[in-house]
């Protein structure tokens, strides 16, 4: 059983950035591909990124890409999410996920990932 805690969240102004930690346990975390998906008030959960168990490769929605950095540290058993350029629909609860490969079509459903964390909140003001 794999545990992911998110930190990081906050209140940023539009334009400015975030970096938010994953932190897992209780499982090899070198053997997951490891993920972050969103969900903004009144709206469903959707993908954000992927990476790799190795980080080698990695995959972003339209909406963050250019502007969002997924990165990972096996040794520490934490993924990283650097926002830049946040713009005030980038609020939302932000959620760790884990998966057992980085391959396949259907890496953007939620039902594709067996692992999650509890979320942290980032808000965008205008």
């Given at each position: 059983?794999?545990?992911?805690?998110?930190?990081?969240?906050?209140?940023?102004?539009?334009?400015?950035?975030?970096?938010?930690?994953?932190?897992?346990?209780?499982?090899?975390?070198?053997?997951?591909?490891?993920?972050?998906?969103?969900q903004?008030?009144?709206?469903?959960?959707?993908?954000v990124?992927?990476?790799?168990?190795?980080?080698?490769?990695?995959?972003?929605?339209?909406?963050?890409?250019?502007?969002?950095?997924?990165?990972?540290?096996?040794?520490?058993?934490?993924?990283?999410?650097?926002?830049?350029?946040?713009?005030?629909?980038?609020?939302?609860?932000?959620?760790?996920?884990?998966?057992?490969?980085?391959?396949?079509?259907?890496?953007?459903?939620?039902?594709?990932?067996?692992?999650?964390?509890?979320?942290?909140?980032?808000?965008?003001?205008?």
């Amino acid at each position: 059983q794999v545990q992911l805690v998110e930190s990081g969240g906050g209140l940023v102004q539009a334009g400015g950035s975030l970096r938010l930690s994953c932190a897992a346990s209780g499982g090899t975390f070198s053997t997951y591909a490891m993920g972050w998906f969103r969900q903004a008030p009144g709206k469903e959960r959707e993908f954000v990124t992927l990476i790799s168990r190795s980080g080698g490769s990695t995959t972003y929605a339209d909406s963050v890409r250019g502007r969002f950095t997924i990165s990972r540290d096996n040794a520490k058993n934490t993924v990283y999410l650097q926002m830049n350029s946040l713009k005030p629909e980038d609020t939302a609860v932000y959620y760790c996920t884990a998966r057992g490969t980085y391959y396949g079509a259907n890496y953007a459903r939620e039902s594709e990932y067996a692992y999650w964390g509890q979320g942290t909140q980032v808000t965008v003001s205008s």
